[in-house]
């Protein structure tokens, strides 16, 4: 009885949010620029387009369960690997109104 519950219930719903964490980490790899992967030294941009495009049809489609804990995998290999290293490059990752002379701490007055 408690299985028909989770199987009726949860699954479903982890299953959906699966697909949609694979669909925003696919528009974000579509709308990143390509020299920023390679700025990254991360795999190319349509490396990931594939991977991820696959997991988006896998979870949507297929619903074979190791596939979709690979494409999981890859979907958080890429929102906390590659998605920080390629904003980074691209200049996301700076503060805004600093100055190109800010260090960790604050501003670097050489010393003075």
Sequence with gaps: ??????DNG????????VL???????????????DAYRAADKQ???FWLVILGITVLVDAFLGMLF????????????FVDVRPAIKQASGGGRR?????SDGPYGPYNGGR
């Excluded at 596939?67 to 890429?78: D, E, M, P, S």
């Excluded at 805004?96 to 190109?100: M, P, Q, T, V």
């Design 67 to 78: 596939l979709q804990i690979a494409g999981l995998v890859a979907t958080i290999v890429f």
């Design 44 to 46: 190319t941009k349509t």
């Design 1 to 6: 009885m408690l299985m028909n519950g989770f």
């Design 10 to 17: 949860v699954l479903p719903l982890l299953g959906f949010a």
């Design 20 to 34: 949609a964490l694979a669909v925003v980490a696919f528009v974000f790899a579509v709308l990143a620029r390509e």
């Design 96 to 100: 805004r109104g600093g100055s190109s």
